[in-house]
């Protein structure tokens, strides 16, 4: 269990939010089966691409691997940007590899990426994508580290004297160009015989406590109950982000590509218990006014686990068993 997510190791007393499960309309979701999976994965590689919420996914179906009590697995081994998971009796890997933007960019380094002028090469992505390609199920996410007010794209190489420079804030335009990169890639290098593809959703944090009536200093800190309101939407879920994610799936979809866009957003919208909080390991050492109010170090946006992304993976599981790639 990677640290950033576990919540009892480090102090969660309440359990209650490792319980919650939902239960869609018009149908029945199959219970997760590591076995019966594993036997859909004989011989194939799984790859979630993305950013922390990723690897908070895949961390959530590791563990949900790992506790069925499945013999011969090796344990993850971080080699640059990618982490490699192996299931040596099975002979199939479920892989995560540090991608946060999709395209390059000077948050690239999966250690050292806390850095204030974001620049994204808009148009680059093949330094990430030949990662990928032997990939038979790519599980991609991409939307929190597209939100910062303003960021620098860049056209022509880092170490390029010529490189073209511009700073932009429009969040949604620069979001859906590098959509389109990816979709370029896609259409072009993945082998539609082979490789299933999935998107995941925007996953909400839950950081402005007027959302669910309580004062704006207010966040997911002390929390332990989810929003029971119903039709729920938070205040800081970008529904236009959503928009675009959506479109550049479909357009995948009708250039002839097996995509599916995976819809968690609302489902954990109303789960502001579900978040580390204060409970993980501070990778940074918390400032004087953090430690004198905790609420100011909360973590917000990430999940404990067991928690929520078990759910996505339940969500993804039904779609994988269903799907007909053998």
């Given at each position: 269990?990677a640290?950033d997510f576990?919540?009892?190791?480090f102090g969660?007393?309440?359990?209650?939010y490792?319980?919650?499960?939902?239960q869609?309309?018009?149908?029945?979701?199959?219970r997760f089966n590591?076995?019966?999976?594993?036997?859909?994965?004989?011989g194939?590689r799984?790859?979630?691409?993305?950013?922390s919420?990723n690897?908070?996914?895949?961390?959530?179906?590791?563990?949900?691997?790992?506790?069925?009590g499945?013999?011969s697995?090796?344990?993850?081994?971080?080699?640059?940007?990618?982490?490699t998971?192996?299931i040596?009796?099975y002979?199939?890997?479920?892989?995560f590899y540090?991608?946060p933007?999709?395209?390059e960019?000077?948050?690239?380094?999966?250690?050292k990426?806390?850095?204030?002028?974001?620049?994204?090469?808009i148009?680059?992505?093949?330094?990430?994508a030949?990662?990928?390609?032997?990939a038979?199920?790519?599980?991609?996410?991409s939307?929190?580290w597209?939100?910062?007010p303003?960021m620098?794209?860049?056209?022509?190489?880092f170490?390029?004297?010529?490189a073209?420079?511009k700073?932009?804030g429009?969040?949604?335009?620069r979001?859906?160009?590098a959509?389109?990169?990816?979709s370029?890639w896609?259409?072009?290098?993945i082998?539609?015989?082979?490789?299933?593809l999935?998107?995941?959703?925007?996953?909400?944090s839950?950081?402005?406590?007027?959302?669910?009536?309580?004062?704006?200093d207010?966040?997911?800190?002390?929390e332990?109950?989810p929003?029971?309101?119903?039709?729920?939407?938070?205040?800081?879920?970008?529904?236009?982000m959503?928009?675009?994610a959506?479109?550049?799936?479909?357009?995948?979809?009708?250039?002839?590509?097996?995509?599916q866009y995976?819809?968690?957003?609302?489902?954990?919208?109303?789960?502001k218990?579900a978040?580390?909080?204060?409970?993980?390991?501070?990778?940074?050492?918390?400032?004087?006014e953090?430690l004198?109010?905790p609420?100011?170090?909360a973590?917000?946006?990430?999940?404990?686990?067991?928690?929520?992304?078990?759910?996505?993976?339940q969500?993804?599981?039904?779609?994988?068993?269903?799907?007909?790639?053998e």
């Amino acid at each position: 269990m990677a640290d950033d997510f576990a919540c009892h190791k480090f102090g969660r007393k309440d359990s209650k939010y490792q319980h919650w499960r939902w239960q869609p309309y018009d149908c029945d979701l199959p219970r997760f089966n590591a076995k019966a999976l594993l036997e859909k994965l004989k011989g194939k590689r799984v790859l979630f691409v993305g950013d922390s919420l990723n690897k908070n996914q895949w961390a959530s179906m590791v563990c949900l691997i790992e506790s069925s009590g499945i013999r011969s697995l090796k344990p993850p081994i971080w080699k640059g940007n990618l982490i490699t998971f192996e299931i040596k009796e099975y002979n199939a890997t479920i892989d995560f590899y540090w991608s946060p933007l999709l395209v390059e960019s000077n948050c690239d380094d999966p250690v050292k990426h806390r850095v204030r002028d974001r620049i994204i090469r808009i148009e680059a992505i093949e330094k990430h994508a030949r990662h990928w390609i032997d990939a038979d199920i790519l599980i991609f996410d991409s939307f929190t580290w597209w939100l910062e007010p303003q960021m620098t794209l860049q056209w022509g190489s880092f170490n390029s004297s010529d490189a073209i420079y511009k700073k932009v804030g429009m969040k949604l335009r620069r979001y859906e160009m590098a959509l389109r990169t990816w979709s370029d890639w896609l259409e072009f290098q993945i082998d539609r015989n082979r490789t299933t593809l999935f998107f995941m959703s925007l996953s909400p944090s839950h950081k402005n406590g007027t959302d669910w009536g309580m004062g704006n200093d207010q966040n997911c800190y002390g929390e332990t109950e989810p929003i029971s309101r119903k039709q729920y939407w938070g205040s800081e879920t970008e529904r236009n982000m959503m928009e675009i994610a959506e479109a550049s799936v479909h357009g995948l979809k009708r250039r002839g590509l097996d995509i599916q866009y995976l819809n968690i957003t609302q489902l954990s919208d109303y789960r502001k218990d579900a978040h580390p909080s204060i409970y993980k390991r501070n990778w940074v050492a918390p400032t004087k006014e953090q430690l004198l109010n905790p609420r100011k170090n909360a973590d917000c946006v990430h999940w404990c686990l067991p928690g929520v992304p078990d759910f996505w993976n339940q969500i993804l599981y039904a779609y994988i068993m269903d799907s007909s790639n053998e």
